[in-house]
């Protein structure tokens, strides 16, 4: 079968000539829910970004559902859904709009458009915040239209980069349970975060990345076996503070 | 849930992508139209009274023309370059600066598309501050359009001529400052040498190589021959050099798109 998202020999040097990613490569079946982890500046966003276009590739392929996203970029876009980990919106704009310009862009027809932007509000409890522009929202508002807008075009592949950072517990227990709905409807899943129980919840593969590189990869529950989740990752990672290296040894 | 994945529209081109990119920008310039529209109303008004009513009257007619219609297309002309480079720069730095043009490049668009989008917006822009900028001529007295299509031919083709410097203008600033610096040292002197008040034969002798090498001359000189018939250098040659730099501000343009100049990281 082919895989959702194929990533082979990824390496992105900004034009600073900061090396964020160094030869990565990952692979995502399809249908997975797939734990995308590592400290802050060791090049996951930069991978994403890499894969959905906002980000230029120095070198290296990916392929989304065997599509090559840098030559057949726009047939590979139209496959591919993304809530980033900063709020990219038109801050003047409402939730309705911001949500009905991605539609548009992704060609969907108004009268499908509409359907789908009322589903949305109502699965993300915006309806008493649709005329309210963006800037106007509290932090889980403003998350939840993020979402919303990414799942516009019910992507196939859905890329969520931190979507439960400054979320309350209600939205984030909410959300858990509607990503497990649709990663089991048959929307493959990539998620990065830095809550490991959110990884242990819902991921089945789990890859870590560090300095631009992938450290360690594999199903959830190897990394469950022995200290758990945290320690395989601060150990992968190579971040195992003293106080805890001295305890474990 | 229904099924998973929407089909998008035709591959060859993404028309509801493009309207909509269309759409939403003539949405943001309805939220603010005291400066997209009534801004160069109200200057272009201010310029056709003093001109038009207080000064022009003591001058004697140009080429059998009053002094109103004589400098109606050069104030025009003015606008819709002004209107044109404002538009464009604006919508394309203002989208890297909040960071929502990620919303454009992580879909199915092209860039010609892109490009496509952000030009039609800017000739709505600019067909907007002219027709408006014709009304108030209107009142005075002062609008003839001997050409229509020759008309449409000036003010769509130098809308596109900004509207693509524009662009390039929006995707090199890194700050509010840079945005200005072509208004300032190259579109606002070169327009007011162009002849927008004066025929090039009222100038010194010495200075009118100015008015040859300046482009502005031939947009200028173009429009007016399409409202009044008067004219200043062969049209023909105007309107050849005019789509030559169209052409080369629109590969450049595609270029710099194509390598995410100022767009991706």
């Known amino acids: ?23 990565l490569s990952m692979t995502v079946e399809e249908g997975d829910f797939f734990g995308f982890l590592g400290p802050n500046g060791a090049g996951k966003s930069t ?17 989304v559902f065997g599509v090559d996203a840098v030559k057949d970029y726009r047939k590979a876009r139209a496959l591919v859904g993304l809530s980033p980990q900063e709020f990219n919106v038109d801050v003047f704009a409402t939730p309705v709009q911001i949500v009905d310009w991605v539609g548009g862009y992704f060609g969907i027809p108004a009268a499908e458009r509409k359907k789908r932007i009322d589903e949305l509000m109502q699965r993300f409890d915006l309806t008493a915040h649709l005329k309210k522009p963006f800037r106007a929202l509290s932090g889980g508002l403003k998350r939840r239209v993020i979402l919303a807008r990414a799942l516009i075009h019910k992507p196939r592949l859905l890329i969520l980069d931190e979507p439960t950072a400054g979320v ?21 899943i990539l998620l990065t975060t830095h809550y490991l129980e ?48 001295a305890g474990a040894a | 849930m229904g099924e998973v994945g929407f089909k998008t529209s035709g591959m060859t081109v993404n028309w509801i992508g493009l309207w909509t990119i269309i759409r939403r920008e003539v949405s943001r310039l309805l939220r603010v139209p005291i400066q997209a529209f009534i801004a160069p109303w109200v200057s272009a008004l201010m310029f056709i009274f003093i001109f038009g009513y207080v000064v022009g009257p003591r001058i004697a007619s140009i080429g059998g023309h009053k002094y109103l219609e ?56 600019t067909a907007a501050t002219a027709i408006g900028i014709l ?42 400052e840079q945005l200005t610096v072509l208004n300032i040292f190259f579109i606002t002197p070169l327009s007011f040498v162009g002849g927008v008040f004066n025929t090039v034969a009222m100038l010194p002798p010495w200075l009118r190589w100015l008015a040859w090498g300046n482009p502005f001359f031939y947009f200028i000189n173009g429009l007016r021959h399409s409202m009044i018939g ?30 995410g100049y100022g767009l991706r990281e």
Request: charged content about 15%; overall charge negative.
């Open chain 1, 1 to 23: 079968m082919t895989p959702a998202l194929r990533v082979t020999d990824l390496r992105k040097v900004y034009r600073s000539g900061t090396l964020a990613v160094d030869g």
């Open chain 1, 47 to 63: 991978t994403i970004h890499c894969i959905t276009g906002i980000a230029t590739v120095t070198s290296g392929t990916i392929e």
């Open chain 1, 168 to 188: 309350d517990v209600e939205l984030r227990l909410d959300l858990w349970r509607y990503l497990g709905e649709m990663n089991r409807d048959g929307t493959t």
């Open chain 1, 198 to 245: 959110e990884v242990e919840r819902l991921c089945r593969n789990v890859a870590i990345v560090a300095k631009g590189k992938i450290v360690r990869q594999g199903p959830t529950e190897e990394f469950l076996e022995g200290d758990g989740l945290e320690a395989a990752y601060l150990g992968a990672t190579g971040a195992i503070p003293d106080h805890i290296a």
């Open chain 2, 70 to 125: 004589f400098v109606l297309p050069g104030i025009l002309m003015m606008n819709v370059v002004n209107a044109a480079f404002l538009q464009a720069t604006s919508h394309v730095y203002f989208q890297r600066f909040m960071k929502n043009i990620e919303e454009v490049l992580v879909a199915p668009l092209s860039y010609v598309e892109m490009i496509a989008g952000t030009l039609a917006a800017v000739v709505f822009r």
């Open chain 2, 135 to 176: 009304a108030i001529a209107a009142v005075f007295g002062g609008v003839k359009v001997v050409s229509l299509p020759e008309f449409l031919f000036w003010v769509v083709v130098v809308s596109g001529i900004f509207g693509l410097l524009g662009i390039v203008i929006g995707l090199w600033a890194k700050n509010f």
């Open chain 2, 230 to 259: 008067f004219n200043e250098a062969p049209e023909p040659l105007g309107m050849v050099l005019s789509l030559t730099l169209l052409v080369i501000l629109s590969v450049w343009v595609w270029r710099l798109f194509s390598v």
